[in-house]
T-cell receptor, first 114, second 112 residues
């Protein structure tokens, strides 16, 4: 039982490039989330999903896109990377809504945009 | 709107000393409250959570937290800190509306 896995662990992008951050969970959780964590700050919700085929925006969705074609996978797409997107990105999952349930986090992806 | 304030950005304690990390929340209904710990280079791990019932909640690694509705607080405590407790600690609030809001975190340093 691997829990929540994320790839890659580290990535450096040039301004204007695009990339996909991968997230997979093997706990059969319905809910999945993408957060970003900037230095000295808490986690800000980018997008979340309540099940396969259903996604919704969080606090800071601009510049990102998501899809959820299966229960296990929830990739995050960055289009036209900007320096403001330099951050650590965490994927998480939970059985029921994250406001009422424990969230299980992946180890994170550290992204630098130069 | 829901919010969480962790007033202490950084706390240093000596090994073996007691610890209290503060958390104040704002939420319009009965809150669900969480404490998570983040070790360097790792994701967040749940320490404990409060939904209802006894206002003193026990968690993993010897941590406990007390919910005080009148003060809108959910402070985390540990009677004797170990060097391995050095980490960043996040308080979060949520509810049936769906999503959690995290505080900005408190970094704990443990002196030998």
């Amino acid at each position: 039982n691997a829990g929540v896995t994320q790839t890659p662990k580290f990535r450096i992008l040039k301004i204007g490039q695009s990339m996909t951050l991968q997230c997979t969970q093997d706990m059969n959780h319905n809910y999945m989330y993408w957060y970003r964590q900037d230095p000295g700050m808490g986690l800000k919700l980018i997008y979340y999903s309540v099940g396969a085929g259903i996604t919704d925006k969080g606090e800071v969705p601009n510049g990102y896109n998501v899809s959820r074609s299966t229960t296990e996978d929830f990739p995050l797409r960055l289009e036209l990377a900007a320096p403001s997107q330099t951050s650590v990105y965490f994927c998480a999952s939970s059985w029921v809504a994250g406001g009422t349930d424990t969230q299980y986090f992946g180890p994170g992806t550290r992204l630098t945009v130069l | 709107a829901q919010s969480v304030t962790q007033p202490d950005i950084h706390i240093t304690v000596s090994e073996g000393a007691s610890l209290e990390l503060r958390c104040n929340y704002s939420y319009g209904a009965t809150p669900y409250l969480f404490w998570y710990v983040q070790s360097p280079g790792q994701g967040l791990q749940l320490l404990l959570k409060y939904f209802s019932g006894d206002t003193l909640v026990q968690g993993i690694k010897g941590f406990e937290a007390e919910f005080k509705r009148s003060q809108s607080s959910f402070n985390l405590r540990k009677p004797s800190v170990h060097w391995s407790d050095a980490a960043e600690y996040f308080c979060a609030v949520g509810g049936s509306a769906g999503k959690s809001t995290f505080g900005d975190g408190t970094t704990l340093t443990v002196k030998p």
